[in-house]
């Protein structure tokens, strides 16, 4: 178990200033109320975190049944080659976050309002108009444009698991754990570990996601206890029996909070590329922020044309179809 520990300073891959929690899923609450001298000393975090916010949707809960892997050209032609995706950092980690969609941002809200109206008459119910999409406005919401490059693979969370439990934990469940809580200047991220068995005593420090506040798992989906989901707040809640939203006075800028999974893999987590294809699409680089760390495309447009270019296994596949159901004849 990682024993209890403060902050402490990192510079990430991309060069940026980090404090980084080990073990630890802290709450936005917790953090603002936690003794820490480094978390203290952080003038822009401490900005942000000393806000009051008019009401909005906290906490809300969202199921994620997929995962997505945001990355530019040059790691997607590198993806292409080994048919697959390993972990390129130090600690050989690939990254991946949740795929949050507008149906699953719909059944959050009516989970939120279940949370805040347990006892809504059906009149309510009808009278209710959905509300929860006007405030999933921060980056983890933002599925058209990305930091990290014009390229998002996005596969299913059963999937991934899979392929994860055959190639690389002998068919054992991967063991998921709380690596702990990255805090830049106005996103928190909290991250979670996933790994073979096999490594459970070189990972035993971190403690198993079970005992985690904010995420949890549960052999189908990832549930997540979203606490910032705006960003940049515009809106607030008025609430009866019915939830309503006003617009603030001015805009305030706020923190952020998503989700990370990491896979512990040093060789590549292979699949077949007709999957890897269709798992893949185009999207806009951010304007403002370029976190990608290599070649990107100017537009979604031109990431979708490099797209097609990428030669898939179909035909491959095919002709080893084909050579079984040779051998197949031949044998009967």
Excluded at 17 to 41: A, N, W, Y
Excluded at 46 to 69: A, G, M
Excluded at 207 to 214: C, G, I, N
Aim: aromatic fraction near 12%; hydrophobic fraction near 35%; charged fraction near 30%.
């Amino acid at each position: 178990m990682a024993t209890a520990t403060g902050f402490i300073v990192r510079t990430n891959e991309r060069g940026k200033r980090v404090l980084f929690l080990e073990g630890e899923h802290i709450s936005i609450q917790d953090m603002k109320m936690r003794p820490d001298t480094i978390l203290e000393q952080e003038q822009q975090v401490q900005r942000y975190l000393s806000k009051c916010i008019p009401d909005y949707p906290t906490p809300v809960e969202f199921n994620s049944t997929e995962l997505t892997h945001v990355t530019n050209k040059t790691r997607v032609q590198e993806i292409w080659k080994s048919g697959g995706f390993k972990g390129l950092d130090k600690d050989s980690f690939s990254w991946w976050s949740l795929n949050i969609n507008e149906t699953e941002i719909r059944a959050a809200e009516e989970r939120y309002l279940e949370s805040l109206f347990p006892n809504r008459s059906e009149e309510e119910r009808a009278a209710q108009h959905p509300f929860l999409s006007q405030f999933t406005t921060s980056p983890a919401f933002d599925f058209e444009t990305s930091r990290y490059g014009n390229f998002r693979f996005t596969f299913p969370l059963i999937e991934l698991m899979e392929a994860y439990k055959m190639q690389k934990c002998n068919g054992e469940e991967p063991v998921l754990r709380i690596y702990g809580t990255k805090v830049f200047k106005q996103e928190i991220e909290y991250v979670v570990l996933v790994h073979s068995p096999e490594f459970n005593e070189q990972f035993s420090q971190f403690p198993e996601l079970t005992s985690s506040p904010l995420v949890a798992y549960d052999g189908k989906k990832i549930i997540w206890r979203a606490q910032a989901i705006c960003e940049t707040h515009i809106l607030q809640t008025v609430r009866g029996n019915i939830v309503f939203t006003e617009h603030m006075r001015s805009h305030q800028f706020y923190v952020w909070d998503h989700i990370s999974l990491v896979f512990y893999t040093k060789d590549v987590l292979t699949f077949p590329k007709r999957k890897l294809k269709a798992s893949l699409r185009g999207c806009d680089l951010h304007p403002n922020v370029n976190l990608s760390n290599g070649e990107n495309c100017r537009s979604c447009s031109e990431a979708e044309k490099f797209i097609e270019t990428l030669q898939d296994d179909e035909k491959q596949d095919e002709k080893e179809e084909h050579k079984s159901v040779e051998v197949k004849m031949e044998v009967d």
